[in-house]
């Protein structure tokens, strides 16, 4: 089994950016295997000098924009959550009200 050390590690804070020009195909594969990484709830994003990885669980909000201009098109989608971590903090620091009815 293969391991990483630190320096290889993905990062799990921060931000990943890459942008190209690829043919359908291509694109399609990339999102094939994000609809895969939600499923699987992990994503691993790498190109040679970066890999960062999140992970997808619970409720996403999910947004979709599509435009058409002088025959330019583009479409947008934008994925948001929160990380389990978040969600157990939250769950721990939990508030409980009761009536008082007597006890």
Known sequence: MDTLSDSEQPSREG??????????????????????????????????????????SGLLGFAVEAKAK???MKLALKLAWREKTAEKEREE???????GGGE
């Open 93 to 99: 620091d939990l508030l409980v009200v009761r009536s």
């Open 70 to 72: 002088e025959g330019r």
């Open 15 to 56: 931000k990943f950016s890459y942008q190209s020009v690829q043919d359908a195909e291509s694109l399609a594969a990339y999102l094939r295997a994000l609809a895969d990484g939600i499923e699987r709830g992990s994503i691993l994003f790498e190109r040679k000098d970066a890999r960062f990885v999140m992970s997808p």
